[in-house]
């Protein structure tokens, strides 16, 4: 079955401590992206990637890192979470950037106290 | 800049027609996309206008007009599954880079 998965879906962290968000994607997309969602923001791009070893800024990149090492895996980084990235994060891929149809992940949702 | 701009919300009743309408401001304009999301889950795909007109995919039909840049989604024969936010996309591709730019979503309430 074609998915974008991520995990994990739900997490209570506390400031400061480092936390990674797994991305995969089964159906050899070239391109992916990060999303935070928030209530009347609508969904805002963190960070996307184009291919392996290609990322770059999106709209609310600050406190994120991003890495893509392999096609199908595009992990975020918090490395020092702070409560205002309490957020829903959407994972989600696309064939190529001309691509207009793009599968999200299942969302994880993420509190920092 | 680019912006996308949609109604907040929008109330209807069972076995009716709504409209949502999009528009949107942007360079390098592509097409536009319609995506829906029900409470606790993901976006998922509905529909994508690249050229001017009608796309009908059963009870779902959205509209593209370029020049007036605007775009509307129309759901007919309205049911409680329909109940969800709908967001607007533009595919915005120029450069050497392409991008999706959202809309802030329209929450679509269906009442019996």
């Known amino acids: 079955e074609a998915q974008v998965t991520q995990n994990p879906r739900y997490l209570i962290t506390v400031t400061g401590k480092k936390l990674t968000v797994t991305c995969s994607q089964n159906m050899n997309h070239e391109y992916m992206s990060w999303y935070r969602q928030d209530p009347g923001l609508g969904l805002r791009q963190i960070y996307y990637s184009m291919n392996v070893e290609v990322t770059d800024k999106g709209d609310v990149p600050e406190g994120y890192k991003v890495s893509r090492k392999e096609k199908r895996n595009f992990p975020l980084i918090l490395e020092s979470p702070s409560p205002n990235q309490t957020s829903l994060y959407f994972c989600?891929?696309?064939?190529?950037?001309?691509?207009?149809?793009?599968?999200f992940g299942p969302g994880t949702r993420l509190t920092v106290t | 800049g680019q912006s996308l701009e949609q109604p907040s919300e929008v109330t209807a009743v069972e076995g009716a027609i709504v409209q949502i309408n999009c528009t949107y401001q942007t360079s390098g304009f592509y097409g536009l996309s319609w995506y829906q999301q029900h409470d606790g889950g993901a976006p998922t795909f509905l529909s994508y206008?690249?050229?001017?007109g009608l796309e009908e995919t059963g009870r779902f039909s959205s509209f593209l007009s370029r020049s007036d840049s605007y775009g509307y989604l129309l759901l007919q024969e309205l049911q409680m599954k329909d109940s969800a936010s709908y967001f607007c996309?533009?595919?915005?591709?120029?450069?050497?880079?392409?991008?999706?730019?959202f809309g802030k979503g329209t929450k679509l309430s269906v009442k019996p």
């Open positions: 206008n690249a050229l001017d």
């Open positions: 996309a533009v595919l915005n591709y120029g450069g050497s880079q392409g991008n999706l730019i």
């Open positions: 989600a891929s696309r064939d190529r950037e001309s691509s207009y149809e793009q599968y």
